[in-house]
């Protein structure tokens, strides 16, 4: 069964503080996305990275990077958490041109 | 990418069939057409996915107009578990879209009653 899993559910930081999310596949897929999801938003594309080592920038990348440093991890940091960094934030996996498998979402709340 | 439109939100009863509609009228010739659905509190997932035919799955069916500028989502028995956002996707094939990024506009969302 294909599994990627998010470090955490639910997470609370405060502004200024440096954020990791994780993000784990272990389905040896190439491709790895991370989004973020807001009410009214709908889902907007942050980073993605098509092999280790690599990264392209989504549509919303200001305020984020990613590491990439083995195929099955890929993570997001916020550098300088601020409030509106509030969101879900949804990792996705996939290999090809198929379909993406998504993690369960992390709701990240910067107070 | 392509823009895709559809309605804000939809109701169904348990049992009946469900159409979701789909309009995409700037659909150029190598889009896929994707449908993802998000139930409460969890990731989005895939549901089903076509070119120009009409195709059958496990979770549901997908119609495609012959002229590809719409589509229509079929669920065959809607069930309570089916209540979820469901998302009508075009993702094309180039080499820009090599990680094959999908675009999510805001959905459909689908109650079924009881």
């Known amino acids: 069964d294909v599994k990627v899993t998010q470090s955490s559910r639910y997470l609370v930081k405060r502004t200024g503080e440096k954020v990791f999310l994780e993000c784990v596949q272990d389905m040896d897929h190439e491709n790895m996305f991370w989004y973020r999801q807001d009410p009214g938003l709908g889902l907007r594309l942050i980073y993605f990275s098509y092999d280790v080592k690599m990264k392209e920038k989504g549509d919303i990348p200001e305020g984020y990077s990613v590491s990439r440093e083995k195929k099955e991890r890929f993570s997001l940091i916020l550098e300088s958490a601020s409030t509106n960094q509030t969101s879900m934030y949804l990792c996705?996996?996939?290999?090809?041109?198929?379909?993406?498998?998504f993690g369960p979402g992390t709701r990240l709340t910067v107070t | 990418d392509a823009k895709t439109t559809q309605p804000n939100s939809m109701e169904s009863n348990e049992e009946e069939p469900v159409h979701l509609p789909c309009n995409h009228s700037?659909?150029?010739?190598?889009?896929?057409i994707h449908w993802y659905r998000q139930l409460p509190s969890q990731g989005p997932e895939y549901v089903i996915h076509?070119?120009?035919s009409n195709v059958n799955n496990r979770m549901a069916s997908l119609a495609i107009a012959e002229d590809r500028k719409s589509s229509t989502l079929i669920l065959h028995r809607a069930t309570l578990r089916d209540a979820a956002v469901y998302y009508c996707?075009?993702?094309?094939?180039?080499?820009?879209?090599?990680?094959?990024?999908?675009?999510f506009g805001e959905g459909t969302q689908l109650t079924v009653n009881p």
């Open positions: 996707i075009l993702r094309g094939v180039s080499k820009e879209t090599s990680g094959s990024r999908l675009t």
């Open positions: 996705a996996s996939n290999t090809g041109a198929h379909e993406q498998y």
């Open positions: 700037t659909i150029s010739g190598t889009d896929y």
């Open positions: 076509g070119l120009t």
